[in-house]
């Protein structure tokens, strides 16, 4: 079984600054893609970047980017000239497409609050 | 185009009462996904439909839940004798489906959530 850990229950950052978020995931399958999702007070969860494993140039998103290191496992997510409105919880997310279940794994999120 | 919606947006039941919750995916996605969060907590998955088919339904914490998705469209999430325990925030995200090529098939789209409180 996947799993997906984030260490930080809790970032903060002043306004402007770069913050980065962990994530770490286990799987034994070679297939697969990884998801950063964005979940603002009160508000819908959205995408915020995605990941291939297969691709080995990290994906970037304007602001976010993402330092992927297959053989370690690890896919954190860098925020660049932080905003308020990025102020939310973050969930890092893993799913397998080997064929096998579709259903995601999502960490247990890491709550960042961006100081004015 | 439209995205995920879900209704109601708040419903508070007395404990013991069924409720209904409903999720419309997006158009033309065939995967779609009931999740559970607890207040300032992670997602709990609940089920996972492929078309019509749940092949998952692992995640249901008890016999009280069940979940229907009709044509291919709308799903259902029903909770019956509802326990304080239920209050949560009930989530649904559709995909476009596996078969495509590229992270983006399985991209999860959410709808902003059935605020679900049992007194």
């Known amino acids: 079984a996947q799993t997906v850990t984030q260490s930080q229950p809790e970032m903060s950052v002043q306004e402007a600054e770069t913050v980065t978020l962990s994530c770490t995931y286990d799987?034994?399958?070679?297939?697969?893609?990884l998801f950063w999702y964005k979940q603002p007070p009160s508000r819908q969860m959205i995408l915020v970047i995605r990941q291939e494993a297969y691709k080995q140039q990290n994906a970037t998103e304007n602001r976010f980017s993402v330092n992927f290191q297959k053989a370690a496992k690890s896919f954190s997510l860098k925020i660049s000239d932080s905003q308020l409105g990025d102020t939310a919880m973050y969930f890092c997310a893993f799913i397998d497409a080997s064929g096998g279940s579709y259903i995601p794994t999502f960490g247990r999120g890491t709550s960042l609050i961006v100081h004015p | 185009g439209a995205g995920v919606s879900q209704s109601p947006s708040n419903k508070v039941t007395e404990k013991g009462k069924d409720v209904e919750l409903r999720c419309d995916p997006i158009s033309g996605h065939t995967a779609l996904y009931w999740y559970r969060q607890s207040l300032g907590q992670g997602l709990e998955f609940l089920i996972y439909?492929?078309?019509?088919?749940?092949?998952?339904k692992s995640g249901l914490p008890s016999d009280r839940f069940s979940a229907e998705r009709t044509g291919g469209s709308v799903s259902t999430l029903t909770i019956q004798r509802t326990q304080q325990e239920d209050s949560a925030v009930y989530l649904c995200a559709s995909s476009p489906g596996p078969w495509l090529a590229g992270a983006n098939s399985y991209e999860q789209y959410f709808g902003p959530g059935t605020r679900l409180t049992v007194t």
């Open positions: 799987t034994s399958e070679n297939n697969y893609y």
């Open positions: 439909f492929q078309g019509n088919s749940a092949p998952d």
